[in-house]
Nanobody, 122 residues
Framework: QVQLVESGGGSAMPGDSLRLSCAASGLTFSSKAMAWFRQAPGKEREFVSAINWSASMTYYADSVKGRFTISRDNGKQEVYLQMNSLKPEDTAVYYC???????????????WGQGTQVTVSS
């Protein structure tokens, strides 16, 4: 049974940093691309960031480029999203996903976590 469990969400003030983690089990983690999505209330899900299996390729949405960094530890079967210079518009539920990523916004993610809330407010 595949499980992706996110952690690290919470409340932050504008300009703060948060680090999200996603622990994976039940899948061949080292062969999967991993990604972060987010969904704010009343908005469509947004593809935020992705990383390929070897961490040699990454993707960032324009809205987070230069502020967020995705990384992974295949030994620990974890993927991370370091979020710096947070803005109120970063407020959303953040989801971890695993599967296939073909570059850019082309992907097929089969596995999803339950999400973790990030709230940025002064």
């Amino acid at each position: 049974q595949v499980q992706l469990v996110e952690s690290g969400g919470g409340s932050a003030m504008p300009g703060d940093s948060l680090r999200l983690s996603c622990a994976a089990s039940g899948l061949t983690f080292s062969s999967k691309a991993m990604a972060w999505f987010r969904q704010a209330p009343g908005k469509e899900r947004e593809f935020v960031s992705a990383i390929n299996w070897s961490a040699s390729m990454t993707y960032y949405a324009d809205s987070v480029k230069g502020r967020f960094t995705i990384s992974r530890d295949n030994g620990k079967q974890e993927v991370y999203l370091q979020m710096n210079s947070l803005k109120p518009e970063d407020t959303a539920v953040y989801y971890c996903a695993g599967g296939m990523w073909y570059g850019g916004t082309n992907y097929e993610f089969d596995y999803w976590g339950q999400g973790t809330q990030v709230t940025v407010s002064s």
